[in-house]
C-alpha cells in the first residue's frame, strides 16, 4: 500500500479477466491509491470484468475500432467522473493468420486491421481525450508494446509490426501532446501468458524463450509492469515523455 497516487483518476483500457496486464497495472494503482475506472471490449468481456471490479458504475463499454464508441464512452466518464489524470491502452488485436508462419500470410485486410485496433487506437483515444477535455493538466497516457518492435520474433509478425507504428506514434503523440501538458509513454512488457498472448502460434515456445532469457529465468510479472505504470501515473514521472520503457527482466539485453 501507498499513496503515489492519491487524488487521481486513471482510466483503464483493457483488463479483460485477471491475466490481463492492464489488470496487473490496475491492482498496482489501486494499492497506491488511484480512483480506477475501466473500458471493456464488449458485453461478453463486461461479465468478466465485473467479477474482478465489482462495481458496475466503474464499467464503460468502448470497442476501440470505432471513433463512435471512443467518441461515447469519454462522454459517459466524463459525465460520471469528471476529468482525469491518465489513460492506461493496454489492447491489440491481430486476426489469427497475421500471428503465424511467414510475414507473407499477412493479408491486407489483417494487416490493417492489426494496426487499427493495435496502433491507430492509441491515437484516436488521446485525439478524443483531448477533444472531450477529459485530461487534466500533467495527465499522463501509457500504452503497451512489445519488443517484437524491434525484432524479428517467431510468429509475431505483423504484431511486430503494429507495435513498430505503436512507438513511433508514441513519441510524435508525445511532441504535440507534451506542448499541453500532457505526457506519453510506452512500457515494453516481457511474455506473460495472457489471453492476447495465446492468439500467437506456438506461444508456449515464445513464453520459454522469454523465461529463459530472463535475468534470473523468472518470467515478468503482470504486477511488475503494473509497477512501472503506476510510476508513469504518478507525478514521480513528469520528466518522463515520449519514452520506451522495458519491463522484461532484462530479456531484451540477451
Ligand atoms: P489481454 O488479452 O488480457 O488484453 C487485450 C485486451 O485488448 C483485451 O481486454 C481485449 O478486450 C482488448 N481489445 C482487443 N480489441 C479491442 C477493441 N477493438 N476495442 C477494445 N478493446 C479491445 O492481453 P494482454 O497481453 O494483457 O494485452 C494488453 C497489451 O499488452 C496489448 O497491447 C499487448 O500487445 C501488450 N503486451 C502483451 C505482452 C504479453 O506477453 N502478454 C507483452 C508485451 C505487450
Not at 510475414?103 to 483531448?130: E, H, M, P, W
Not at 511488475?224 to 513528469?238: E, P, R, V, W
Request: aromatic fraction near 6%.
Amino acid at each position: 500500500m501507498g499513496n503515489l497516487l492519491e487524488g487521481k483518476k486513471i482510466l483503464v483500457m483493457g483488463a479483460a479477466n485477471r491475466r490481463s496486464i492492464a489488470w496487473g497495472c490496475a491492482s498496482v494503482m489501486q494499492e497506491q491509491g488511484a480512483q480506477l475506472i475501466y473500458t471493456y471490449q464488449n458485453e461478453r468481456l463486461k461479465k468478466s470484468l465485473l467479477k474482478l471490479v465489482g462495481d458496475e458504475e466503474r464499467l464503460v463499454e468502448c470497442d476501440v475500432s470505432s471513433d463512435e464508441s471512443i467518441q461515447a464512452a469519454f462522454s459517459i466518464v466524463k459525465e460520471g467522473f469528471g476529468t482525469i489524470d491518465g489513460i492506461v491502452h493496454a489492447i491489440a488485436f491481430a486476426p489469427k493468420q497475421e500471428l503465424e508462419g511467414n510475414i507473407l500470410n499477412s493479408t491486407r485486410a489483417g494487416f490493417a486491421q492489426a494496426l487499427d485496433v493495435s496502433s491507430y487506437s492509441f491515437l484516436a483515444v488521446a485525439k478524443f481525450a483531448v477533444e472531450k477535455e477529459l485530461l487534466n493538466e500533467n495527465a499522463s497516457l501509457a500504452t503497451l508494446t512489445y519488443m517484437g518492435s524491434t525484432r524479428a520474433i517467431p510468429s509475431y509478425n505483423t504484431m511486430g509490426i503494429a507495435k513498430a507504428a505503436l512507438e513511433a506514434e508514441m513519441r510524435y503523440m508525445a511532441r504535440d501532446l507534451g506542448a499541453q501538458g500532457i505526457r506519453v509513454n510506452a512500457i515494453s512488457a516481457g511474455a506473460v501468458k495472457t489471453l492476447a498472448v495465446t492468439g500467437i502460434k506456438d506461444h508456449s515456445k515464445l513464453l520459454d524463450m522469454s523465461q529463459n532469457r530472463a535475468v534470473d529465468c523468472v518470467s515478468v510479472t503482470t504486477s511488475q509492469i503494473g509497477g512501472m505504470c503506476a510510476f508513469l501515473m504518478s507525478d514521480l514521472s513528469t520528466g518522463v515523455v515520449g519514452d520506451v520503457l522495458y519491463v522484461d527482466k532484462g530479456v531484451h539485453l540477451i
